[in-house]
């Protein structure tokens, strides 16, 4: 494996590990985990923005401390291309729009078993139907 | 369900309903896919469908997501009665590579 990409993989897994802590830690933070607030920390990653100098955001959300976040399908890429250099790419951002990484989750179920987005990339493709609730 | 494992598809049903409730749609529907609850609408406010009629529940909504993990498609209900047709997710579905 080359220098760059022992890099990009590193990146990317803290990337994975930011986005993870974001799901799980969304009730009880500010740090937003909106697609849009994520898109821009992904595509502007030379150059983080100072938030709180930014009018245009609440002043209550912090800057991000870390390296931003990367694309779970980011991670799967740059592992898969381990030993090919001309397949590294880092490409859409993780968010809840058409053409966006879709949020990974993993969430109880009905039947007792956990299921995850995760466990079915690469293999199936995956309908989420939200609905209201039953009564 | 056949059209769905023909075009290689899992689905996912989710609400804010507890274990409790998940079982009963489960059972009173007959959902033959996976039932999950998300009582703390984490999952739901990350795909932005929380809450969306102030209701302080899901928004009827559907996601359709390639093997890639990339969303395609999505249908956001604009009132508690609107949802898209079985046919239309399907013609999504069947519009994905591979």
Redesign the interface.
């Given at each position: 494996m080359s220098y760059r990409l022992r890099i990009v993989a590193v990146a990317a897994l803290a990337g994975l590990a930011t986005i993870s802590c974001g799901i799980q830690d969304a009730s009880q933070t500010s740090l937003p985990v909106d697609g849009a607030s994520i898109s821009t920390a992904v595509t502007t990653p030379e150059a983080p923005r100072d938030v709180s100098q930014d009018p245009g955001l609440p002043t209550a959300i912090p800057a991000p401390a870390a390296a931003p976040p990367i694309p779970a399908a980011s991670v799967a890429s740059a592992a898969a291309s381990d030993n090919d250099d001309s397949q590294v790419t880092l490409s859409a951002a993780v968010g809840n729009r058409v053409d966006d990484v879709a949020e990974p989750f993993t969430l109880p179920g009905a039947s007792g078993r956990t299921h995850s987005l995760d466990s079915h990339l690469g293999e199936k493709n995956v309908v989420l139907v939200f609905y209201r609730a039953f009564w | 369900m056949p059209a769905?494992e023909a075009?290689?598809?899992?689905?996912?049903?989710?609400?804010?309903?507890d274990?409790s409730?998940?079982?009963?749609?489960?059972s009173?529907v007959g959902i033959s896919f996976?039932?999950?609850?998300?009582p703390?609408?984490?999952?739901?406010?990350?795909?932005?469908?929380y809450d969306l009629l102030g209701?302080g529940?899901?928004?009827?909504?559907?996601?359709?997501?390639?093997?890639?993990?990339?969303?395609?498609?999505?249908y956001v209900a604009r009132s508690?009665s609107d949802r898209p047709s079985v046919s239309e997710?399907l013609e999504q579905?069947s519009e994905?590579d591979g």
């Open positions: - | 769905l075009l290689e598809t899992v689905v996912f049903a989710i609400s804010t309903d274990l409730g998940a079982k009963a749609i489960a009173r996976p039932v999950l609850y998300d703390a609408a984490d999952v739901m406010e990350a795909y932005g469908v209701d529940l899901a928004t009827a909504s559907t996601f359709v997501i390639d093997k890639q993990g990339v969303i395609r498609w999505k508690i997710v579905l994905l």
